[in-house]
């Protein structure tokens, strides 16, 4: 019986990991296309002689990769903070301590 709710639980989890990874890539393909989008556009509003290598150009770019390397890090590196079963531990610990104020 218990075989079964590990295995549930087994699943349930590799199913919240695909979603988070399948929403890393989303994320991506969005990043790329808008700032394809963005580069046309700034290339297509140049005046004569300008120079495309303008801060004002890579701005979105920039502050939106911070945003995405995050996001990258949290989906594909999520122990690289808090540790290997981080997770597990602190909830293991908050069933413990509930456990023990009910007994209190």
């Keep these: ?5 590990i295995a549930e639980l087994q699943y349930k989890e590799a199913i919240a990991r695909v979603k988070k990874i ?6 991506l393909i969005v990043y790329i296309v ?13 005046d004569v002689g300008e120079s495309y290598w303008q801060w004002r150009n890579f701005t979105t770019a920039f502050f ?7 996001h990258a890090l949290s989906t594909f590196m999520p122990n690289w ?4 079963n981080w997770e597990e531990k602190k909830i293991k610990e908050f069933m ?3 456990k023990s104020e009910k007994w209190e």
């Design 81 to 84: 903070i808090f540790g290997k």
């Design 96 to 98: 413990e301590k509930e």
């Design 1 to 5: 019986m218990k075989t079964d709710a």
């Design 64 to 70: 939106w990769g911070i945003g995405l390397t995050s």
């Design 34 to 46: 808008v700032n394809l989008m963005i580069v046309v556009l700034n290339i297509k509003d140049l």
């Design 22 to 27: 399948k929403g890393f890539y989303t994320h």
